[in-house]
């Protein structure tokens, strides 16, 4: 069975230009999830998706942050426009139906963003 | 707001060592607590987690933790340490009024042979 896969796996990008992450759950993963971890901080949650609605999305830290799941299966998570406080490990993760207090979350190996 | 404190930020130490790293919590309610390991390069993985039951939790390759409700604690244990587990160890919580996990800021560890 494949994990869930993310990319690209490394992105450098200059502040104020555009970028835009992908995530692909496990396959039959209701539950999505986008975690971000700045240099020398904790992993910090950003937003869960069950299906394709959005059921938490208290941690995105601003309207430069965009997250859609059409169809419900692949994720997208677009910067626009990129600053460099941004820049970070982005994680994705997914679960079964029943969220996580049920059901492990599964990480993808992350997309290492920098923004110069 | 909930946290994960961590207070070992990097350790070291020698195969067969025993290990003991730190992981408080700040919720007063009902919690599932985790612990997560991310490998050189790999991606992050569980490595055990409590719900309920006995709060002595045995986990993958020899690991255990203990959940002491009264401290907030949920310690991760090994008695003899290899090479292989350097890596780096992550505490989480999750609260059952909601799905996310919040993490603590990782405990590094590096074992020497």
């Not at chain 2, 719900?51 to 604690?73: C, T, W």
Request: charged share 20%.
């Amino acid at each position: 069975e494949a994990g869930v896969t993310q990319f690209p796996s490394h992105s450098v990008i200059e502040k104020g230009q555009t970028v835009t992450l992908r995530c692909d759950p496990i396959s039959g993963h209701d539950n999505l999830y986008w975690y971000r971890r700045v240099m020398g901080k904790e992993i910090k949650f950003l937003l869960h998706f069950v299906k394709e609605s959005k059921q938490d999305e208290s941690g995105m830290p601003n309207n430069r942050f965009l997250a859609e799941r059409t169809g419900g299966t692949y994720s997208t998570l677009k910067v626009q426009p990129a600053e460099l406080e941004d820049s970070g490990v982005y994680f994705c993760a997914s679960s079964q139906e029943g969220g996580v207090s049920y059901n492990e979350q599964f990480f993808g190996p992350g997309t290492r963003l920098t923004v110069l | 707001a909930q946290s994960v404190s961590q207070h070992n930020h990097h350790v070291i130490l020698s195969e067969a060592a025993s290990l003991e790293l730190g992981c408080n919590y700040s919720y007063g309610g009902t919690v599932n607590l985790f612990w997560y390991v991310q490998y050189p390069g790999q991606h992050l993985q569980l490595l055990l987690k409590y719900f309920s039951g006995d709060p002595l939790v045995k986990g993958i390759k020899g690991f255990e933790a203990e959940f002491i409700k009264s401290k907030f604690s949920f310690n991760l244990r090994k008695p003899s340490v290899q090479w292989s587990d350097t890596a780096e160890y992550f505490c989480a919580v999750v609260s059952y009024n909601t799905d996310k996990l919040i993490f603590g800021t990782g405990t590094r560890l590096q074992v020497f042979p």
